[in-house]
């Protein structure tokens, strides 16, 4: 049974706990990281997962490339190997492709992806811009094919809209009978701390996708962290944005006007959820029960550990 969103005139909410588990097939390491991972989804008897993988000592996803994962049961995994490569000589992903999610549409796999050209550079005022771009496969196993050799999602070209810097960490969900694509964006000369969450929607896993006109659909948020629930979609909210939206569970019912519905004393890093309903469109999603997130161990490279997540409701609090 799903339990409906909380009433907003209720002085309950629903609150996050969860533990975290660490995992064999993704050690610390020195000079390798693992980072990003996308919503798992299930096919056959294996979990899939996609992440950001460098080998370099780099700490940022900025020079990744995606790579993925299966398991039995969410605990034990296996890494498979690079999914998907850099972008050729002068290709707009040229130097990283990163930040992946997943699609599962029309019997295809739609892997979505986060890309930056060269020369790249992330300091002061030179920035350059990052847009999504979209491979599809057969299989989740792959070969991927980029079903373009442009960006499905670009940056805004008003430098004051709230994505005319980044657009990034996409996250798709199916919802009458239409493919909404959640991600997040930052204004030209603006820091991480003032990244907003916007979403576009198409009619075709291909796009093109329409960034909705009410954007930023929530003004806070460095990682897009949401799932369905019930006819509606929520989110999880990082420490990025106003203390009244830190550490929050939004929803929003026609998934865009989000209101608060929970709260959570410590976020999960950038996790990815498993989310059975994500691409259903049958109005019976639920609060998700475990997940993968970014894991920092000091003197190691960000890597992936396990979440297992417990949803109660507990009074608000209104210190």
Partial sequence: MIDPPPNPQNPDVMRLYFETTNLAAFPPDPMIMRRDPANIIRVG??????????????????????????????????????????GGEGAWDGQSVFTPNILVAENRYWLFYTGAPKPFTNQGNRVTKSALGLAVADSPDGPWERVSGEPILETSPDPEAFDSMRVDDSVLITRDGLYWLYYKGRQWDRTPMETKLGVAVAAHPLGPYVKHPENPVIPAGHEVMAWPMGRGVACL???????????????????????????????????????????????????????????????????????????????????
């Fill in 237 to 319: 909210i990082n420490y990025v944005g106003s203390r009244d939206l830190q550490r929050t569970i939004q929803y929003a019912e026609d998934g865009v006007n989000f209101r608060k519905i929970g709260e959570a004393e410590v976020v999960p890093s950038a996790a990815g959820f498993y989310r059975p309903e994500a691409f259903t469109d049958n109005g019976r999603g639920g609060w998700p029960d475990w997940g993968i997130q970014i894991h920092e161990t000091e003197g190691r490279m960000p890597t992936l550990s396990r979440i297992d997540c417990t949803w109660k409701i507990s009074p608000l609090h209104t210190d």
């Fill in 45 to 86: 008897d294996l979990f899939y997962l996609w992440y950001t993988k460098c080998e370099k000592g780099i700490h940022h996803g900025y020079d990744g490339t995606v790579w993925y994962a299966t398991s039995p049961d969410g605990l034990d995994w296996t890494e498979r190997g690079e999914a998907l490569a850099r």
